[in-house]
């Protein structure tokens, strides 16, 4: 079934009228829209554990760098092509770009950046969206505000999209949260998990490292 306009309006909200477009760790709290990635980050800083500077750059952010032209086309259209061609044009306005531009330099002092999504719900229990944002590294802090509005446009793209239809969402989702952290050039990365991925198992641990990033 088609999701009606009023979906589509509810996850445009207008841009807040004191806007605050970028949250570093200290400024996140329980009801801040800013993902799962960037929560388990907050998490990490909390315990004082010692990960690279970052910073959250919130959905508001998107809204506030639509045109009034591409805002009604967005809550008008529940067609994909029409979405896409739309949020293709998107890029951060001069305010947005300010702020991203401002934190990035923050972050960045004398290195480069991970640019990456933190969509709400993007990794929930009953829907998985891994894979369909994309994630940039090694980026200058200069090109911040260029490189999250690639990423927002990952966050329409063709096959979130159909997926999204498929599984009886909404049509148009919430913008995703964009993460900006100094990149660590590592001599070796993995990943752990406490059950089996596949499985589910409890019992079952899995570790997997491999060379270089």
Known sequence: MAPQADHVEASLPAAPSEPCYVLFPKDIQNNSPVGGKARALADLDTMELPIPPWCVVVPQAFDASLTTVQRAALAQTQDIEAIRRVVAEVVAS????????????????????????????????????????????????????????????????????????????????????????????????????????????????????????
């Open 94 to 213: 001069a305010e947005v770009a300010a702020a991203i531009d401002a934190a990035a330099t923050r972050i960045g002092v004398g290195g480069e950046l991970a640019v990456r999504s933190s969509a709400l719900g993007e990794d929930s229990a009953e829907h998985s969206f891994a894979g369909q944002l994309e994630s940039y590294l090694f980026v200058a802090p200069e090109a911040a505000a260029e490189t999250v509005a690639r990423v927002w446009r990952s966050g329409f793209s063709e096959r979130l999209l159909a997926y999204r239809q498929e599984a009886g969402l909404p049509l148009l989702p919430m913008p995703p949260a964009v993460i900006l952290q100094r990149v660590v050039n590592g001599e070796v990365s993995g990943v752990a998990f406490s059950a089996d991925p596949v499985s589910g198992q409890r019992g079952i641990a899995v570790v997997a490292a491999v060379p270089g990033l």
